[in-house]
């Protein structure tokens, strides 16, 4: 009569491309054979998150309060150097407030919760045949879910004289700096009062927003409301 030779289960888990990972429990003694009991822990999926602004903090946040951060091996990519702060209330910079105060959480918060944060990068490549990331330093990063949180860009009018010297954006921290250099430069240091002029095109959140920015360096402040036809 034919046996069955016995199953190699170690083998067959090594050949699951880590999916999975065998784990062993104490063995047991039946009619004199020893049987062992393995059980099969599912391995934390790698979740990508690209851009590091509200809404991927918001995401790692509510993961977090659902409990569900134990089942995700998650990596937040931003292209910007600071981690994930509060832009809509970038006016509170001169209130007297620091730009580490404008945080949505600390860095010690995600090493807590054992998220890993790149910042400074952007992702030029997806491949999703192998899943994969590549960005412009080009570091892979492998992925089994991926969020694209990257946001918006703000709309610039394709109007005459829009690339000229002293024309921003108004989004991120780094704008405001800009913005801040370009009229400090600019200032009349032997007459501190003088008049400067300053517009602001856009009536959004952001665009009010920009328009309180610069009542803080200028005396003549045109607001005008962009409508594309």
């Given amino acids: 009569m034919a046996t069955t030779p016995p199953v190699d289960t170690q083998s067959v888990n090594a050949r699951a491309k880590g999916s999975a990972t065998a784990t062993r429990r104490p063995s047991a003694t ?3 054979r020893q049987l062992e009991h393995q059980s099969v822990v599912s391995a934390p999926e790698r979740l990508v998150v690209v851009g590091m602004g ?10 977090n309060q659902i409990d569900a951060l134990k ?13 994930a702060y509060d832009r809509v209330n970038l006016s ?12 949505l959480a600390d860095q010690a918060w995600y090493d807590e919760r054992k998220i890993d944060v790149v910042t400074s990068r952007t992702i030029r490549q997806i491949d999703c045949d192998e899943q ?20 918006s860009s703000a709309f610039v009018p394709p109007i005459d004289g829009i690339d000229s010297q002293g024309v921003f954006v108004y989004r991120t921290l780094n704008d405001l700096a800009e913005i801040r250099r370009y009229v400090e430069e600019r200032r009349d ?7 400067m002029r300053g517009g602001v095109i856009g009536g959004g959140l ?9 009542q ?11 409508l594309p036809a």
């Fill in 216 to 226: 803080h360096w200028v005396w003549r402040l045109t607001f005008s409301k962009w």
């Fill in 206 to 214: 952001l665009g009010l927003e920009a328009a309180q920015v610069l």
């Fill in 71 to 83: 089942h995700y091996q998650v990596t937040v990519i931003g292209k910007e150097p600071t981690i």
């Fill in 189 to 195: 240091k032997q007459n501190p009062l003088s008049t």
């Fill in 92 to 103: 509170q910079l001169f209130t007297g407030r620091a730009p580490e105060d404008l945080l």
């Fill in 54 to 63: 509200m809404a991927a903090h918001g995401l790692c946040k509510r993961l």
């Fill in 30 to 32: 039946v009619g004199g």
């Fill in 132 to 151: 994969t990331l590549t960005d412009d330093h080009e570091q892979q990063y492998g992925y089994d879910k991926l969020v694209i949180a990257t946001g």
